[in-house]
DNA sequence: ACGATGATGAAC
DNA sequence: TTCATCATCGTA
């Protein structure tokens, strides 16, 4: 089957479309002498520095800026003190946006799937590639819109409800 | 329903 | 420098 290694130009696109066209994809993850592959099923779309459940509606701090970085940048952070969280950057550089992966085929939730994928801060502001040994494909798998689901968010009810409830959550509806 | 566990950002 | 909060998860 034909396998394509998704670069900038797939990420330098409006987050909501990246969001969903990420659905069906592959996340590769080489570390040591062994990769792994899955299946991206489940993710969320930060939309930029208007988006107040989006981290870079704080504007430009430490921890936000490599959102503002070319799309296809890795900004992976920690939280509760236990968890990575893993996004990819999009849209035009000096725009803030990112989609979040929070699940993928054998791993639910965002700190399960970087915990099994070895994935920690070190990865932080670097590209999609070999380099970095994370990359995504595509592997020509079709996915239907009506297998998409759309939900709000999950854990950011501090944006307010007009934030909260965007459905800007995309998840697989059947897995195989 | 809640505790583990530490970085983040806002307030002081 | 303190403090509430947090893009979570397993146990209850």
Request: proline content about 3%.
């Amino acid at each position: 089957m034909a396998r394509k290694r998704l670069n900038s130009t797939f990420f330098n696109r409006k987050t909501l479309i990246v969001a969903e066209e990420l659905l069906g994809k592959y996340l590769v993850r080489k570390s040591g002498d062994q990769i792994l592959s899955e299946m991206i099923t489940e993710t969320e779309a930060y939309t930029g520095g208007h988006d107040l459940a989006s981290h870079s509606s704080k504007g430009r701090t430490k921890r936000t800026e490599v959102m503002f970085g070319k799309a296809g940048t890795i900004y992976v952070y920690f939280v509760y003190g236990m968890y990575y969280m893993l996004n990819i950057v999009t849209e035009e550089t000096g725009y803030p946006s990112a989609v979040l992966i929070r699940g993928t085929q054998n791993f639910k939730g965002p700190g399960i799937l970087t915990r099994s994928l070895n994935i920690d801060a070190t990865l932080n502001n670097k590209p999609l590639g070999k380099q970095s040994g994370l990359w995504i494909e595509d592997r020509g798998k079709i996915i239907l819109k009506s297998k998409i689901k759309k939900a709000p968010r999950v854990g950011v009810s501090y944006a307010g409800p007009i934030w909260a409830n965007k459905k800007y959550r995309f998840l697989l509806k059947e897995l195989h």
